[in-house]
């Protein structure tokens, strides 16, 4: 492995932990876990920073552990609105989002450790290809279909409960 490959993956490795624990947790709510690994590998021209390996019942349940570090991105907007940084407004039918830089901007070297949890975070929950792939396969799926429609009828439901 080169050096350029061993350095990135130490400094995501925050990054590849927590994205790899959201796939291990769905995993366990979900189906059953039977792997968990942060060593990087080579796979082609790919770089893997980790992987987990589960099984489970239903296609579907595939594609929502897929999806599950994409939580991160939640947790991160969490983080940015409670500090301030970045402010949304959802007056119907208007959509507002504010940026304020001067929060974002104070004290830079003091703001060091947040802007690489930031970083390790927006790492976190971005979906490698794979776990698209997994994502698209399980909704394409007999229960994928079920899935999609009970949701779509517990959207309609609540929404005329709601009206």
Not at 8 to 36: I, R, V
Not at 48 to 59: E, H, L
Not at 85 to 114: K, M, T
Not at 138 to 159: E, W, Y
């Amino acid at each position: 492995m080169t050096l350029r490959i061993l350095l990135k993956a130490f400094f995501y490795l925050t990054g590849s932990f927590l994205h790899e624990l959201a796939h291990y947790t769905a995993a366990l709510l979900l189906g059953k876990p039977e792997g968990f690994s942060l060593i990087p590998r080579k796979e082609g021209q790919r770089i893997i920073f980790g992987s987990v390996t589960a099984s489970y019942n239903y296609k579907v349940y595939g594609s929502l552990i897929a999806a599950a570090p994409l939580l991160w991105w939640g947790v991160l907007y969490l983080i940015l609105q409670h500090l301030g940084i970045l402010q949304v407004a959802l007056d119907r039918p208007h959509f507002h989002l504010a940026i304020s830089a001067e929060r974002a901007g104070e004290s830079l070297l003091a703001r060091l450790p947040f802007l690489w949890l930031a970083l390790q975070l927006l790492w976190a929950g971005r979906l490698s290809s794979q776990d698209l792939q997994e994502f698209v396969r399980g909704l394409v799926s007999i229960s994928g279909v079920a899935f999609i429609v009970a949701l779509v009828v517990c959207v309609i439901i609540v929404k005329n409960f709601w009206s």
